[in-house]
C-alpha cells in the first residue's frame, strides 16, 4: 500500500527515513498488508481478509489462499483484528455478498459498537465515517454468522487479547501451538522497524494515539520477555513472523 512517513507522529521525517535506510528498506513510505492463515485440529482460520482490492490496493489474498490449496469455501472461521478497510476488505466479493460463505466471523464488541455508534463517529474525521459505511455493510452480510468475543479462549489455543487503542477494540489473537506461542497483533506497528525503535511513534491512522502508545509499550516489553513469537499486518515483505529483541543502542527490533 503506498502511503507516507508523514502520517507519523512524534518522530523528526529525516529520523524515520534514516532508520528505513538503515534496515534496508528502499521505498520507505511503503505499508505491506498481511492476513494470517491458520491450520490445525480440522479448522481453517483466516486472521483479518486485506483490502480486497478496495480501491485497486491489495486483492492478492484468494490467489495466495488457492496456490497454498485453500479453497475460500473451506475457510470456517475468520478472527478480525478491528474494522479498518485493509482488514476487512476482502470479506466482501464484488457484489457485495460474502468472499467466506462458510466462515464464522469474530469481531470484538467494543470494536462492533464503535462502528455502529452514530454518536460515536460524529466525533471522528471524514475518513472514519467513510470507513464505518464498509464495516456496517460487511457486518451486516454476515449478520447470521457474526460473533462477538470478550478477551477469551476462542478454543483451546486460540486466545483474543485486547489491544486498544488503534481502535477501540482493536484485538490481537495469542495461538500455542505444541512449546510456541505467536502473537498476531494486528495493527500495533506500521512501520516496525522505525515503532520498535521508537514505541512512542503513533500514526494517523490510531484512534486514540496515547493510549496506542500504552499499549505498544507495554505488548512490545511483554512478548520480549515471554518470548513470543509475533506476526502483524503490516509487517515488511522481508518478515512476516518473528522475535522481538532489545538492542542497547538501537531499541526494540524484530528478528525474523
Ligand atoms: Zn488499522
Ligand atoms: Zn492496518
Request: glycine share 10%; proline share 4%; aromatic share 6%.
Amino acid at each position: 500500500m503506498n502511503a507516507s512517513l508523514g502520517l507519523l507522529s512524534g518522530i523528526e521525517q529525516t529520523t524515520a527515513e534514516t532508520i528505513q535506510a538503515q534496515s534496508g528498506i528502499t521505498a520507505a513510505g511503503d505499508i505491506h498488508i498481511y492476513s494470517y492463515l491458520i491450520r490445525g485440529e480440522g479448522r481453517t482460520i483466516l486472521i483479518d481478509s486485506g483490502m480486497g482490492a478496495i480501491n485497486h490496493i491489495g486483492g492478492e489474498l484468494p490467489g495466495n489462499l488457492l496456490a497454498l490449496g485453500v479453497a475460500r469455501e473451506s475457510i470456517d472461521t475468520v478472527l478480525l483484528t478491528h474494522g479498518h478497510p485493509d482488514h476487512i476488505g476482502g470479506l466482501l466479493d464484488s457484489a457485495g455478498q460474502p468472499a467466506y460463505v462458510n466462515a464464522q466471523l469474530y469481531l470484538h464488541p467494543a470494536e462492533a459498537a464503535f462502528w455502529l455508534d452514530d454518536q460515536q463517529l460524529k466525533a471522528t474525521n471524514e475518513r472514519t465515517q467513510r470507513n464505518a459505511l464498509l464495516v456496517r455493510r460487511t457486518l451486516d452480510a454476515y449478520r447470521p454468522s457474526l460473533h462477538l468475543i470478550e478477551q477469551a479462549d476462542i478454543n483451546a489455543n486460540i486466545r483474543a487479547i485486547s489491544l486498544p487503542g488503534h481502535t477501540p477494540g482493536h484485538t490481537g489473537y495469542l495461538i500455542h501451538s505444541g512449546d510456541e506461542r505467536l502473537l498476531i497483533w494486528g495493527d500495533i506497528v506500521h512501520y516496525p522497524h522505525i515503532q520498535l525503535a521508537r514505541p512512542e511513534v503513533s500514526i494517523s491512522f490510531d484512534h486514540d494515539p496515547v493510549l496506542a502508545e500504552t499499549t505498544r509499550k507495554t505488548i512490545v516489553e511483554q512478548v520480549v520477555r515471554d518470548h513470543t513469537k509475533v506476526a502483524g499486518m503490516h509487517f515488511g515483505k522481508s518478515a512476516a513472523f518473528g522475535h522481538i529483541e532489545c538492542d542497547a543502542t538501537t531499541g526494540y527490533l524484530l528478528r525474523a
